[in-house]
Nanobody
């Protein structure tokens, strides 16, 4: 069972920065693809950023150039550095760990951390 615990959310003014953390229970980065998602008020959860093969990263167009995903393998922690924040970035941010068992995805989610950007 994979456990993910996010932290680092809060209230920030537009243009500000936050750094989210996701602590995983054990060494899972070799087996799981890690990423971040978010759910804005009244909207469905959407993908934000993730690692692909190795240390390669990929981002949603809406956050490209402002948000950066990174990880510390020794601490089993994934980060999301958020710069130049906009009010439309307001959402609950979720950490995700995914692997495929055959053709079926096996997903684990954290409890989420609230990010609120004021204008």
């Amino acid at each position: 069972q994979v456990q993910l615990v996010e932290s680092g959310g809060g209230l920030v003014q537009a243009g500000g920065s936050l750094r989210l953390s996701c602590a995983a229970s054990g060494r899972i980065f070799d087996s799981y693809s890690m990423g971040w998602y978010r759910r804005a008020p009244g909207k469905q959860r959407e993908w934000v950023a993730s690692f692909t093969s190795g240390d390669n990263t990929i981002y949603a167009d809406s956050v490209k150039g402002r948000l950066t995903i990174s990880r510390d393998n020794a601490k089993n922690t994934v980060f999301l550095q958020m710069n130049s924040l906009k009010p439309e970035d307001t959402a609950i941010y979720y950490c995700n760990a995914r692997r495929f068992v055959g053709s079926l995805p096996n997903n684990y989610w954290g409890q989420g951390t609230q990010v609120t950007v004021s204008s």
